[in-house]
């Protein structure tokens, strides 16, 4: 579906996530101007490169495959965009840098992660092959990604199944509780885009963007939210499913969305953006 898009991720946009998920070490070295800043983006998948682990296609609206060698797999509720990337090239050098990003869609989204306090880089937390990572296959077209636009009134929830029963994975959010959104969100996705460097933990993105041919379409997913304390301390594991749901807030309120996911009545529909992945038992 979007095997031609480049994907990125946000790390650090939501206010208490990463010290959660034992990762806010991973980032003492990255320098940020204010303390609400991300800490930096990250590549989960680079199209039309032939190697390497990103080269992989890690998206599903169904399934969630689990690596072989760890017990640690925990659902990222998030909400992703998919925006088209505006380049402007340097008469002089040919040069190619991000001049804008457009905001076309947005939907619910698993930034599903392995725990690995000694990664090198966050990327390998993120795609180890196909089903990695999850993507609703129904999205809603954003009117404007400011102020006043469709996507400030949704909200994101989350949820863990397992043996007939159902917890709260994610604390129930607002979108625009983000520590970054609209226009900041943008113009600090472009900046890290264009300058951000082989660093610790992070990756040069300018040197992904040309490898990858410059793709025109990247889905972004801008931050997981905090977990509860349910979700803080249960991973995922074979025949489990996993829910993120990105809903209006004005159309639903969050006892509705949780006797909808308990009774498995959640479907896409007007005002619902819907992931559900059945970890794989095999």
């Given at each position: 579906?979007?095997?031609?898009?480049?994907?990125?991720?946000?790390?650090?946009?939501?206010?208490?996530?990463?010290?959660?998920?034992?990762?806010?070490?991973?980032?003492?070295?990255?320098?940020?101007?204010?303390?609400?800043?991300?800490?930096?983006?990250?590549?989960?998948?680079?199209?039309?490169?032939?190697?390497?682990?990103?080269?992989?296609?890690?998206?599903?609206?169904?399934?969630?495959?689990?690596?072989?060698?760890?017990?640690?797999?925990?659902?990222?509720p998030?909400?992703?965009?998919?925006?088209?990337?505006?380049?402007?090239?340097?008469v002089?050098?040919?040069?190619?840098?991000?001049?804008?990003l457009?905001?076309?869609?947005?939907?619910a989204?698993?930034?599903?992660?392995?725990?690995?306090p000694h990664?090198?880089?966050?990327?390998?937390?993120?795609?180890?092959?196909?089903?990695?990572?999850?993507i609703?296959?129904?999205?809603?077209?954003?009117?404007?990604?400011?102020?006043?636009g469709?996507?400030?009134?949704?909200r994101?929830?989350?949820?863990?199944?397992?043996?007939?029963e159902?917890?709260?994975?994610?604390?129930?959010?607002?979108?625009?509780?983000?520590?970054?959104?609209?226009?900041t969100?943008?113009?600090?996705?472009?900046?890290?885009?264009?300058?951000?460097?082989?660093?610790?933990?992070?990756?040069?993105?300018?040197?992904?963007?040309?490898?990858?041919?410059y793709p025109?379409?990247?889905?972004?997913?801008?931050?997981?939210?905090?977990?509860?304390?349910?979700?803080?301390?249960?991973?995922?594991?074979?025949?489990?499913?996993s829910?993120?749901?990105v809903?209006?807030?004005?159309?639903?309120?969050?006892?509705?969305i949780?006797?909808?996911?308990s009774?498995?009545?959640?479907?896409?529909?007007?005002?619902?953006?819907?992931?559900?992945?059945?970890?794989a038992?095999?």
């Amino acid at each position: 579906m979007f095997n031609q898009c480049i994907g990125f991720g946000v790390a650090g946009n939501f206010a208490g996530h990463l010290e959660q998920a034992g990762e806010a070490a991973d980032f003492v070295t990255v320098a940020v101007k204010e303390v609400t800043q991300p800490k930096a983006i990250f590549p989960f998948y680079l199209p039309n490169i032939n190697s390497g682990l990103l080269a992989t296609y890690p998206l599903s609206s169904t399934n969630i495959t689990p690596p072989n060698d760890a017990d640690n797999l925990q659902i990222e509720p998030e909400v992703a965009l998919v925006c088209d990337v505006i380049y402007s090239t340097d008469v002089n050098d040919g040069h190619q840098t991000v001049s804008a990003l457009i905001p076309r869609q947005f939907g619910a989204y698993n930034d599903c992660s392995i725990r690995k306090p000694h990664a090198k880089k966050i990327s390998e937390k993120k795609n180890w092959g196909a089903n990695s990572k999850g993507i609703s296959d129904h999205l809603i077209t954003i009117d404007h990604f400011s102020v006043g636009g469709v996507l400030d009134s949704y909200r994101i929830a989350s949820f863990h199944c397992r043996d007939g029963e159902i917890h709260r994975y994610g604390e129930e959010s607002a979108v625009i509780g983000y520590s970054y959104f609209h226009n900041t969100l943008l113009d600090w996705i472009i900046e890290r885009m264009n300058h951000q460097q082989d660093v610790g933990p992070t990756e040069n993105i300018a040197e992904l963007l040309a490898q990858s041919q410059y793709p025109t379409q990247a889905v972004i997913s801008i931050g997981a939210t905090r977990y509860t304390p349910y979700g803080e301390t249960h991973f995922l594991q074979k025949g489990d499913t996993s829910i993120v749901v990105v809903y209006d807030g004005n159309r639903y309120n969050a006892e509705e969305i949780m006797q909808m996911a308990s009774t498995h009545d959640l479907a896409n529909g007007e005002g619902l953006s819907v992931l559900i992945q059945q970890v794989a038992t095999v």
